[in-house]
């Protein structure tokens, strides 16, 4: 494996924003699970990034870095606090070098659409910011969440104040934040969590800003459904999606949650579902594979929350499908490094896979198929372009 990580040598310390999508040669692992804050995870972290690298993986998506109210990361408080749930910020940084030294990208899960208060402010709530970094007062947090600046820009997360993005000085502190992940703590990569809270827009501005070398929204929303299950047309899902990405620049790529959906019902034996009407993929890999992070579980999906969790007994066949396809394939921790060494070994034969193809169609062009022989993962190995 040594040989594909020299390939990506090259990259790993440009600023080009727009390189990576464009390269095409991704393979993210999301090093984390639901219930990773209760076990020294970045010390844990240290010692696997000798296998994250050798496996192929090109960035590691982290937790979020910042100190939180809950112990997940997900309620952040003191943004420019280091000294999470998942260990010191000394730990962190000793994490983050030893990746680079291996080449393998830090990608910083951006919790941005919310941020708990640390004093009641407006309408008793928790929306003021006092003796902490960056101290917002309650125009910072959007009117609809109890808070005195203007109504938000996407959906609500109820609960807890919502930032509001058209504020000015709301959007410097957050772009000197971001790019101090960037440029001083070591992060390259970013994913927006919960990206369906504020407009795309702000996105925009914000990689523009910080100059990530790769990023990723999380737009997350319902399938479509029948009083039968899921329907098999869902244009209008991926097409939300598609749309995002377009609002970003085009300089995002987002998480495919069509194709979870859709794949989770396929390998149950409905493997028609895995072609649209017009033959092509039916998620947004099919229609925009250089933006379309592909997978089968996260934190929220699997883990212990298990919202919509993939089919156990169908994982390998999933991963065959996600690393054999178009896309930017991501792999779940639990699965990679919780699931025996089995399962460990035949996801990173599969990665293998994932950079032939690379490979293949660089020399030979984007239409190919692969026979089964070549390696008795591969039963779904078929690109479309």
Same mark, same amino acid.
């Given at each position: 494996m040594g040989y594909y990580n020299n390939v990506f040598d090259e990259c790993n310390d440009q600023t080009d924003i727009g390189r990576v999508i464009r390269d095409g040669r991704e393979v993210i692992l999301q090093a984390y699970n639901w219930e990773s804050h209760k076990y020294d995870w970045w010390r844990n972290l240290d010692g696997k990034v000798p296998d994250i690298a050798k496996s192929g993986f090109t960035s590691a998506w982290l937790p979020p870095p910042s100190q939180s109210l809950a112990p997940e990361g997900y309620l952040p408080q003191d943004l420019?606090?280091?000294?999470?749930?998942?260990?010191?910020?000394?730990?962190?940084? &000793?994490?983050?070098?030893?990746?680079?030294?291996?080449?393998?990208?830090?990608?910083?899960?951006?919790?941005?659409? *919310?941020?708990?208060?640390?004093?009641?402010?407006?309408g008793g709530m928790y929306n003021r910011y006092d003796g902490i970094s960056l101290p917002w007062d309650e125009h910072a947090v959007t009117s609809c969440t109890g808070g005195l600046g203007n109504r938000s820009t996407g959906d609500n997360f109820n609960g807890v104040p919502n930032v509001d993005h058209t504020q000015h000085f709301v959007r410097k502190d957050i772009i000197g934040w971001l790019r101090w992940?960037?440029?001083?703590?070591?992060?390259?990569?970013?994913?927006?969590?919960?990206?369906?809270?504020?407009?795309?827009? %702000?996105?925009?501005?914000?990689?523009?800003? =910080?100059?990530?070398?790769? &990023?990723?929204?999380? #737009?997350?929303?319902? #399938?479509? %459904?029948?009083?039968?299950?899921?329907?098999?047309?869902?244009?209008?899902?991926?097409?939300? +999606?598609?749309?995002?990405?377009? =609002?970003?620049?085009?300089?995002?790529?987002?998480?495919?949650?069509?194709?979870?959906? +859709?794949?989770?019902?396929?390998?149950?034996?409905?493997?028609?579902?895995? #072609?649209?009407?017009?033959?092509?993929?039916?998620?947004?890999?099919?229609?925009?594979? &250089?933006?379309?992070?592909?997978f089968l579980d996260n934190?929220?999906?699997?883990?212990?929350? =298990?919202?919509?969790?993939?089919?156990? *007994?169908?994982?390998?066949?999933?991963? =065959?499908? +996600?690393?054999? *396809?178009?896309? +930017?394939? #991501?792999?779940?921790?639990?699965?990679?490094?919780?699931w025996g060494s089995s399962i460990h070994d035949q996801i990173v034969k599969l990665v293998f896979c994932s950079i032939s193809a690379y490979h293949w169609t660089i020399i030979h062009g984007p239409k190919f198929s692969i026979s089964s022989k070549t390696c008795p993962l591969c039963f779904f190995f078929v690109i479309i372009h």
């Open positions: 420019y606090s280091l000294n999470s749930a998942y260990g010191s910020e000394h730990l962190l940084k &000793s994490l983050l070098r030893k990746m680079k030294q291996y080449k393998v990208r830090a990608m910083a899960d951006i919790v941005i659409n *919310h941020r708990v208060g640390t004093t009641r402010g407006h992940l960037r440029n001083t703590v070591g992060f390259q990569d970013f994913r927006f969590d919960f990206a369906r809270g504020y407009s795309a827009n %702000y996105v925009k501005e914000y990689i523009g800003a =910080a100059k990530p070398l790769f &990023s990723v929204g999380e #737009c997350w929303d319902s #399938c479509n %459904y029948n009083g039968h299950g899921l329907d098999y047309n869902q244009d209008s899902h991926r097409q939300r +999606i598609i749309s995002w990405i377009d =609002a970003t620049g085009q300089i995002s790529a987002a998480f495919d949650f069509t194709t979870k959906g +859709i794949l989770q019902e396929a390998v149950k034996g409905q493997y028609w579902r895995l #072609c649209d009407a017009q033959g092509k993929p039916p998620g947004v890999m099919g229609w925009w594979p &250089s933006r379309a992070v592909t934190h929220d999906t699997g883990s212990t929350q =298990a919202h919509w969790p993939f089919p156990s *007994h169908h994982v390998m066949e999933g991963y =065959a499908y +996600i690393l054999t *396809h178009p896309g +930017i394939p #991501c792999v779940f921790y639990d699965h990679f490094y919780d």
